[in-house]
């Protein structure tokens, strides 16, 4: 489209790495968008502001983040394989987001290409109202144009030269097939005005501007979805989707205002209005080492100028705008001001991030923020260089600003550095932006089930510390009772000495030890909690006692007592919800038993089944690649800490026979 359009010189490939929006390394070398890229350009005295997004759901943050901010969405369907999974769920959050929708099937020179089936499939995912205004002319490798419905004109491209379409008659072999079509479409759009509906029916002739204005409110309220079709690498039918952008889809004014919440919570409507008080959301924030932070934004009311000061209404910062830019792929051009509507980029704000809104003064107004999907494929994470931990951690922090489905955090229980993203692709394509970009390396490897100790039974304990190596010496002596206390208490110490048997300066010295021993329970290793440890004897020496010494003593104490207390090994329950197609829940909730899963209930959700169930961590580590194998990636889940309950006795020796031989191999 931007070759078509005359905004770029040159037709890019994937294949070759030279498209404009596909301008990062990774995406060139993997051939496929990773990120959102922007195009602002005109076509037909138009402004066009067009978000490149990924298809791949690894990636999904940015087609929702640019749902957010755009009027319509072109919804690109592979002419072989028809309507994908990922389709149908942004096609969801497009309608979520109440936006005008397009289709353009892609791909019609492939071989086993197919039109009608792409259009049937189209049609039962989305309903009768997907509908076509444009058939190819041939199939597979023999297309070679388009027949326009609208106007019942055929095209034919001698080549992907810019303006190569050539009007042509339509072939014999398609006239019949041509007028079906067009019935359906007139159907289609006479629905949406009793006017259009009457002359129609009388049989009266329909002239272009009033089917393409008829089209055009149909398709803004959502009750009309064009089907357009082309071959792009080929430049075939992509000036005809140039029209389709400016005929039938709707300008920021035909969309209207934009829901938004202002004091208290009150529902506002934002009007796309040049002369109002300035609105911008931000969208994207992107991660440079060189320029720093560049936001991409929408102007939903006023002007944004170039040198001058907004309010981040959100974080209540004032922060500088300098020079605005309209991006093209990664080239931005610079603009002195930019008004509703427009989408633009800015660098170097100080305390912006995606997300916020910048107004011209503090006010209460705020966009609802995105439905993204949780990240649950986890890996811990440790630089590749010993000292290299703060590079390390500056770095993926930078990029967790710009990808908001990722999860950068230190696991408080294992104190181990966590990096979770949406799958495997998603995390590894970060790791690879912290070496190019940030020049620092890390390794990836599972992160350890944070497991845990407790005893079921009261025991007791002496110890006694003793040592002699001339001059002053250690002693300490104490007696200490344990039992089982009440989930979450961790350690509850009772100080039971009666008389001077311990002097009271030494009783914390005991604590510490006891605290220090839990820290590495007798089952193994790992930390103990929820015991009540009573101190109820003891003694002591005028000169050799220290509090070395007690703390020493409580700790050989602890560990004696609870080895006679029936220690157990606790392991960490999450609650998985999991939502997924009907046909697959027998299959998902068979898979959770497998894992020693308790289903609690399942309920619907829109198109699809919510099931929730309560697993052990340790089963579900690698949940997400298999609960794709199961569903062909049409499932999702999250999942969140519950509680922690004892590990069955043959399992519990597998982990004490597991941390053993990582302790001889380390």
């Known amino acids: 489209m931007l070759f078509e ?86 096609w969801r959050r497009a309608d979520a987001e109440g936006l005008a929708r397009l289709v353009f099937v892609n791909m019609l020179d492939r071989e086993r290409a197919d039109f009608p089936r792409a259009l049937d499939s189209l049609k039962a995912a989305f309903g009768p109202h997907v509908v076509a205004t444009e058939i190819p002319i041939g199939a597979e490798h023999d297309v070679r144009g388009v027949v326009d419905l609208i ?38 759009v006479a629905e949406n005005s009793d ?54 889809l709707p300008s920021p004014v035909m969309r209207g205002a934009l829901a938004a919440s202002g004091e208290g919570g009150e529902a506002v409507e934002v009007e796309p209005d040049e002369g ?46 300098g020079q605005l830019g309209q991006p093209l792929g990664k080239d931005l051009a610079p603009s002195a001001e930019l008004g509703a509507g427009d989408i633009g980029a800015v660098a170097k704000l100080k305390e912006t991030r995606a997300g916020d809104v910048l107004c011209e003064r503090q006010e209460e107004l705020a966009f609802a923020p995105l439905d993204l999907p949780a990240p649950v494929m986890a890996f811990a ?36 550095q966590i990096i979770a993203g949406l799958t495997r692709d998603h995390v590894d394509v970060v790791v690879a932006r912290m070496k190019r970009r940030f020049g620092v390396e890390i390794e990836l490897h599972p992160p350890r089930v944070p ?60 604590e510490k030890g006891v605290a220090e021993a839990m820290e590495h329970g007798t089952v193994a290793g790992y930390p103990v909690r929820d015991v009540r440890v009573r101190l109820v004897d003891g003694k002591h020496h005028d000169v050799d006692s220290s509090e070395m010494a007690f703390k020493i003593a409580g700790s050989m104490a602890f560990r004696e007592a609870m080895e006679e207390a029936g220690p157990v090994l606790l392991e960490p329950i999450v609650r998985l919800t999991v939502s997924c197609p009907d046909d697959v829940v027998g299959d998902v909730i068979g898979d959770l038993n497998s894992r020693r899963g308790q289903p609690l209930g399942m309920e619907p959700k829109g198109s699809a089944t919510e099931v929730k169930a309560e697993v052990p961590m340790a089963e579900v580590l690698d949940y997400a690649p298999d609960l794709r194998s199961i569903s062909g990636g049409r499932a999702d889940f999250s999942m969140e800490f519950d509680r922690y309950e004892q590990v069955p006795g043959h399992l519990a020796a597998k982990v004490v026979a597991a941390d053993d031989g990582a302790k001889v191999s380390a």
């Open 451 to 510: 497991y845990r100790e407790t005893i079921r039974s009261p025991a007791e304990a002496h110890a006694r510390y003793k040592k002699q190596s001339g001059g002053r010496g250690q002693f300490a002596d104490c007696k200490i009772e344990i039992e089982p206390a009440e989930d979450g208490v961790g350690l509850e110490f009772v100080n039971q000495i009666k008389g001077a048997a311990i002097p009271g300066s030494f009783i914390p010295a005991v």
């Open 195 to 248: 006017e259009l509906m009457e002359r129609y029916l009388d049989g009266e002739q329909i002239n272009h501007e009033e089917i393409v204005t008829v089209l055009k409110s149909g398709v803004t309220a959502g009750r009309i979805f064009p089907v357009t079709c082309g071959v792009a690498t080929r430049n075939l039918g992509t000036n005809r989707l140039l029209e389709a952008l400016v005929e039938d």
């Open 151 to 188: 106007d019942l004109k055929a095209f034919v491209y001698g080549g992907p030269e810019r303006g190569a379409a050539e009007e042509v008659e339509i072939p014999d072999e398609l006239r019949e097939q041509a007028e079906e079509y067009r019935e359906r479409l007139m159907d289609e």
């Open 381 to 416: 994470y440790e630089p590749r260089s010993k000292g290299d931990e703060e590079k390390a951690a500056t770095a993926v922090r930078r990029l967790a600003e710009e990808d908001p489905t990722l999860d950068v955090h230190r696991d408080a229980q294992t104190g181990e």
């Open 5 to 90: 359009a005359g905004a770029v010189n040159r037709l890019g490939a994937v294949a070759d790495g030279s498209t404009v929006s596909d301008h990062e390394p990774d995406e060139q070398e993997r051939e496929m968008s990773i990120g959102a890229s922007v195009a602002c350009f005109e076509h037909g005295g138009r402004k066009i502001n067009l978000i490149d997004t990924p298809g791949e759901p690894s990636f999904v943050a940015d087609a929702i983040a640019a749902m957010r901010v755009a009027d319509a969405a072109v919804v690109v369907v592979n002419g072989v394989t028809g309507v994908e999974v990922h389709t149908e769920r942004l």
């Open 276 to 321: 109002g008080s300035l609105v911008a959301y931000v969208f994207k924030t992107l991660a440079d080492p060189y320029t720093g932070r560049v936001n991409l934004f929408r102007v939903c009311r006023g002007t944004l100028r170039s040198d001058s000061h907004v309010v981040n209404v959100g974080r209540h910062q004032k922060e500088r705008v």
